[in-house]
C-alpha cells in the first residue's frame, strides 16, 4: 500500500444506499477479486503498514505471504457498525487466527497490534516500519526460484486440501506429490541435490 495506511477499507457511504440485493453483488464481487489473488498464477506477498482494517485485512489475508512493518495493526469495525465483512474475511481469516479471534475482533472492535498479529498468525514475518518492502522483495525472489509446480500446488491445492475430508485430503496430496516429482525440473533438482550441486537446508 501506498501512503500512511495499506488500507483501511470500505468506504462506508457507500452502504447508506444499497439494497440487499446490490449488498450481495457487491460482496460477490469482492469475492471474485480477492479469489484472483488467492488462486491466480504467481504467490502474492503483501507488505503491511499502518492500518489493515476491514476490507483492507481481507485483501491481506487472500496475499499467500504477509510481511508486517511494526506500524501495522488490524480490526474489523464491521461489528461495531452494524454490519458483518463481505469481501471473504469470515472464510479466510478464521484459518489464519482462528474463529474465535476474528470473533472477538468483531463483537469487541479489539485492535490488534503488529507484534499481536504476527503471534497469532495474521502474518509470517514482522519487521521495523521502512523495511518491509525490502523483506518482501526477498521472499518474493525465494519464492520464485521455486519450481512452478511446487508454487502452483500451494497455491490452489493446499487450501483445498485443508478444507477436504482428511481421506480426500491425502488422496489429493499423494496426487500431486507424484505429479511434482514426476515433472523435469524436480528430476533435475533432485539430481543436483544428490550429487551435492544443491544448497542444502538454511543455506
Request: overall charge neutral; glycine content about 12%.
Amino acid at each position: 500500500g501506498e501512503g500512511k495506511h495499506f488500507s483501511a477499507g470500505l468506504d462506508l457511504s457507500e452502504l447508506t444506499e444499497r439494497d440487499a440485493v446490490q449488498g450481495v453483488l457487491h460482496s460477490r464481487m469482492w469475492h471474485r477479486a480477492l479469489d484472483k489473488i488467492q488462486f491466480g498464477n504467481v504467490p502474492v506477498v503483501a507488505v503491511l503498514h499502518g492500518a489493515c482494517v476491514g476490507g483492507g485485512l481481507e485483501l491481506a489475508s487472500a496475499c499467500h505471504i504477509r510481511v508486517a512493518e511494526a506500524s501495522a495493526f488490524y480490526a474489523l469495525p464491521e461489528g461495531q457498525r452494524g454490519i458483518f465483512v463481505g469481501g471473504g474475511a469470515s472464510v479466510r481469516l478464521p484459518k489464519l487466527i482462528g474463529m474465535a479471534r476474528m470473533a472477538d475482533m468483531m463483537f469487541t472492535g479489539r485492535v490488534i497490534t503488529s507484534g499481536e498479529g504476527n503471534t497469532i498468525g495474521i502474518t509470517q514475518y514482522l519487521v521495523e516500519d521502512g523495511k518491509g518492502l525490502e523483506k518482501g522483495i526477498e521472499l518474493a525472489t525465494k519464492i520464485s526460484g521455486n519450481a512452478g509446480m511446487t508454487n502452483y500446488a500451494l497455491m490452489h491445492v493446499l487450501p483445498r486440501i485443508v478444507d477436504a475430508s482428511q481421506d480426500q485430503a491425502l488422496m489429493m496430496e499423494s496426487l500431486v506429490a507424484a505429479i511434482a516429482q514426476n515433472t523435469p525440473e524436480a528430476k533435475a533438482r533432485l539430481k543436483q541435490f544428490l550429487e551435492g550441486k544443491a544448497k542444502k537446508v538454511g543455506e
